[in-house]
């Protein structure tokens, strides 16, 4: 806790200097609403840690292939492994997440109003189309609540859907490591109707070896008015990634030899992966449902995968999964007595069926004998509540409840090693209370409280002594609190937005290694999150303004013990306990644009045991770009990019508790790309 205790000292240092910025109208913010708690709620009404990105912060001289470029100025979000497409980026709120090797754990995930995050709790964001990305929210703490399976926290994505951008966009980009990607984006509305589609293709060398990516993606949506207060829109998504490969992860020794090289056993094997996905989705809104609003959501997904993995052994693996739901929520406004109360009541319905397979590799890549087949059920069924009680025109009660049924199955077909057909149910309850306090018009004070669970995703059910689910591991709890400040100075042209928080996890899911690859998971005890994140904005003059977001915090196991070793004290493998990212941005007439963005990442261990340390490390990127006129209509914008400008040596990700010392997985060094857009 003296660890802590000092970072709060500083970053109160940071808040009494109006030293950083983020854009903000006087107007805008006293008006800003987000959506993602599913409530919808003025900004300053909202007691919850919640950051918004707009279409400029996503895609202003951006790369737009993965949502670390965006999510790395919000406070309290950690992003690794943006250059391994096959294993996926890991994104950790508060630390929840931190623990997966692949997919997303712990976190909801919401794009258009589908819930990308599986029933089991794991999600992947492979088909997130960044090209046509409207806006981002990302709340920040307790979200089960409101969304099920999902302790750390939520990431939500609405794309465009042509009412508020007509027109084309055409663009090329190109840039080192064999980086290359095209796309087009089309909307527009006439009369009742308005739709918009985003096609874009991805080509990727890799800065190592064995680190190619080929991806295709097709993001549509076409809406129907039907009358003043009710519309129709209907999502598609198509994802085919042909090829994925994975460099695996190195020892100290070999990056020493090689910081560019793949991990022999990712040679040999030629390890990497194969996707291809459709998602159908189908959305329903009736603004004067008798006295309130309804939303009717469904959706289908099909996914077909198959992945090497880098190691010899049951190691090809693969799945044709069926996944579907639908979600019913009723929004109103009635008076409690003298004091007005907004509240929304819903059930989430959602079921995926997954045929999977895993075979056995020999060291020379030949695939041998089928060592297990089984399908994988799940199904999630929750109901939800949550009220608004203005108690005074100042300040505002908030209370929501939510029951979650989670059923899993294995229906185990491979009857070499016996029937290991299992079922696992769980009864969860999550509550939230929260108060808000608007002391001034763009001032707002909130404390909050939350419970949450997480179930393992089924490969962290994985028996390590067969089929079946592992007997031993069983879903984690927490319980979260929380303190913030939120405003804007309009004497200064700042705005600032301070969280503190404590969160106490029992039965915290962690991973480790066996037999030289295979990732399992147990239980390890209970953990404690403490810290503080702090975002900061300075319009520094009509063309300049500073954007900053720091994170001090401690992850620690409190308890954790195996039979032959105790881990209590230690860090959380994987989590940097400080970051601190600033923007410097210049804007001149029409879109001439240059911003200068730093980011300290602070240390971290790679172990539970503590014993692999991993340096900390600044990293400076710098994008420019500028745009003109070609005719009344048509517009051409080009762009550069530099990323890690200094060339400084770092990891894009470190594998936890990795076996033989492979930990490391290098970041490229100096990298630069460029872009030509026409719009018309």
Known sequence: MKKLTTSVCLASCFISAPSWAQPADTEEMATLEVTA????????????????????????????????????????????????????????????????????RGITVMV????????????????????????????????????????????????????????????????????????????????????????????????????????????????????????????????????????????????????DQAAPNSLALDAGQTVDQQVLGLQYEDLSAGPGEMYLKGFVSQRDFEQQLPYVGDSRIGYQRDYMGASAEYHHEISLGSLPLSYITG?????????????????????????????????????????DLALTEQVTLSLGARFDRVELEIDDRYQNDGDQSEEQTFNEWSGSAGLSYRYRPQHQAYINTGTAFETPAFSEFANPSGGGFNPSVSPQKSWSREIGLRGFVEALSMDYDLALFSVRVRDELVPYEKDGGRTLYRNAGDTGRDGIELALGWQLADQWRLDSAL?????????????????????????????????????????????????????????????????????????VGDGWPLGSDTRLKAYVGVRNLLDEEHYANVRLNGSFGRFYEPAPGRSVYSGLEVRF
């Open 551 to 623: 994170t001090l915090a401690s992850y620690e196991f409190d308890q954790f013990a195996t039979p032959s070793e105790s881990f209590g004290g230690n860090r959380i493998p994987g989590l940097p306990e400080q970051t601190w990212v600033n923007q410097l941005t210049w804007e001149n007439l029409d879109e001439r644009f240059a911003t200068l963005e730093t980011q300290y990442v602070g240390d971290m261990v790679a172990d539970n045991a503590n014993e692999t340390e991993v340096d900390s490390y600044w990293l400076v990127n710098l994008r």
């Open 37 to 104: 708690p599913r409530l919808a709620r003025e900004l300053y009404a909202t007691p919850a840690a919640v950051s918004t990105l707009d279409r400029d912060a996503i895609a202003q001289g951006q790369q737009r292939t993965r949502l670390d470029e965006s999510l790395v100025r919000v406070p309290g979000v950690f992003v690794q492994n943006r250059d391994n497409f096959a294993q996926g980026l890991r994104i950790a709120i508060r630390g929840f997440g931190a623990r997966a090797p692949f997919g997303v």
């Open 112 to 259: 258009d109003g589908i819930p990308y995050t599986l029933p089991d709790g794991q999600a992947q964001l492979d088909a997130i189309d960044l090209d046509s990305a409207e806006r981002i929210e990302v709340i920040r703490g307790p979200s089960s609540v409101l969304y099920g399976n999902a302790a750390g926290g939520v990431i939500d994505v609405t794309t465009a859907d042509g009412r508020d951008n007509p027109g084309t966009r055409l663009r090329a980009e190109a840039g080192s490591d064999g980086y290359r990607k095209t796309s087009l984006q089309t909307g527009g509305s006439q009369g009742d109707w308005s739709h918009h589609v985003s096609l874009s293709a991805l080509n990727v060398d890799g800065y190592r070896e064995q680190s190619s990516t080929e991806k295709y993606l097709l993001n549509a949506k076409l809406r129907r008015e039907l009358g003043s207060d009710r519309a129709l829109t209907a999502i598609i998504n198509l994802l085919d990634n042909p090829r994925s490969e994975d460099p695996g992860a190195l020892n100290a020794e070999e990056v020493a030899n090689g910081r």
């Open 347 to 387: 059930v989430d319905v959602a079921r995926q069926d997954d045929e999977r397979f895993r075979n056995d590799v020999n060291g020379q890549g030949v695939v041998g004998e089928q060592l297990a087949e089984e399908t994988q059920t799940a199904t999630s069924t929750g109901v939800f509540a949550q009220g």
